[in-house]
């Protein structure tokens, strides 16, 4: 009787699996299905893109691979295995996007922006938000995708920081910027790449004894990224982005509800104005952050993840979140990107600015870190 029983038992279990497997099934088919609809509306060049942000975000989400936790974990515990696979993930775009700029340079552009008092603010205070929120902005769009409520509320207040920080960019790049400094050629690829080495030996020297390692994972999704960001830009004809996209958003939806933008300087000119006219499933950057926010929703909903909590937190938490979104992105705006569009973007692709981002933005990081047992985000140590 008891091998009966047990095998009753198997039964019993399997059946709940059932519906699971059929799920699951209904996301691939409805994401796919998403993507050839588009491609077939608008182009196959967009229902491509939308698959490389679905794909970004499925690896972001299902392989851990982020900026603002790697950061965090390197300065609280000396933790550099997340650092290590963001420098990898950038050496390997480097090595062949700067040979692809090189010889495409009427058809593919960098992520290139000058170095000014705004950009190295913004990127200051990019570093301190990101660290309150646990999330840069790939990380806001992943988190928000698998459910987290955290990033559910920062999301929309980062999308309209974003559009009110373009929409003062010219007041603040008035302010002063250097001329716009790229390495470019075999030169500036060798000397981004011992940079890159030069970065990593840093940190390997300030990181704990026990945990200097790059874990397989993380080897497998830097790898991941980089195809991906490559597969970006030559799709896309630009490196990957985030934060023009979310502010994207927020003026379309601003300019039909009747507010006239047209005396904007940023939002008013005519490249800016067409893009709102426009869908944005015909917006690059708008349909890689959607994939991501579809690629991490898909993956958490696989692992059966989404039903996340709603955390207990005082109410100095939520304010500190809503204020941290909107510092998110008004910030980016003025850093010219986020950890991906300064950072990854912008060293991989030979801009200057994308460095002095990563230095302000890592002290801002230290400060951001300590913020949050004060802002009752997590308990005090």
């Known amino acids: 009787m008891a091998p009966l029983a047990q095998s009753d038992q198997s ?25 050839l609809i588009l491609a077939a509306a608008a182009g196959a060049r967009f229902g491509l893109l939308l698959l490389i942000g679905l794909s970004l975000g499925a690896t972001l989400e299902g392989l851990r691979f982020g900026f603002a936790g790697p950061w965090r974990a390197m300065i609280l515990r000396r933790d550099p295995s997340g650092l290590f696979a963001q420098l990898l993930a950038i050496a390997l775009v480097a090595a062949v996007a700067f040979p ?86 075999g030169a500036g690829l060798g000397l ?75 939002w008013g000119s005519p490249a800016h104005a067409e893009r709102i006219a426009q869908s944005l499933l015909t917006d690059v950057t708008s349909l890689t952050n959607l994939g991501l926010i579809g690629g991490a929703f898909i993956v958490a909903a696989w692992r059966a993840g989404l039903s996340q909590p709603i955390p207990r937190l005082p109410l100095i938490a939520w304010g500190a979140t809503i204020l941290a ?28 600015h994308g460095w002095v981002w990563f230095a302000a933005a890592f002290v801002g990081s230290i400060i951001g870190v300590r913020l949050r047992p004060l802002l009752q985000l997590e308990p005090r140590t």
């Open 192 to 266: 981004t790449l011992i940079g890159l080495g030069s970065v990593a030996l840093i940190v390997w020297i300030f990181a704990e004894q026990g945990q200097r390692r790059l874990p397989r994972r993380l080897v497998m999704a830097a790898i991941l990224v980089a195809l991906l960001a490559l597969g970006n830009l030559v799709v896309a004809g630009q490196p990957w982005g985030v934060v023009y996209g979310l502010g994207l958003w927020v003026a379309k939806g601003v300019s039909t509800a009747g507010v006239d933008l047209t005396l904007n300087p940023f």
């Open 100 to 185: 692809l700029l090189a010889s495409h340079s009427g058809e593919l552009i960098g992520a290139h922006a000058p170095i000014g008092f705004a950009m190295v603010g913004g990127a200051f205070v990019f570093g301190v938000a990101m660290q309150v929120v646990l999330g840069c902005g790939s990380g806001t769009l992943v988190n928000a995708g698998s459910g987290n409520p955290v990033a559910l509320v920062a999301l929309p207040f980062f999308a309209i920081g974003s559009f009110l920080g373009a929409a003062h960019l010219n007041w603040w790049t008035s302010l002063g910027t250097l001329p716009l400094v790229t390495l470019e050629g």
């Open 11 to 35: 039964s019993h279990l399997d059946r709940p699996q059932r519906p699971a497997r059929w799920g699951r099934l209904a996301l691939l088919i409805g994401a796919i299905s998403f993507v």
């Open 325 to 352: 979104g909107l510092a998110l992105g008004y910030s980016s705006r003025l850093a010219f990107g986020c950890n991906v569009g300064a950072f990854f973007s912008g060293i991989s692709t030979g801009s200057l």
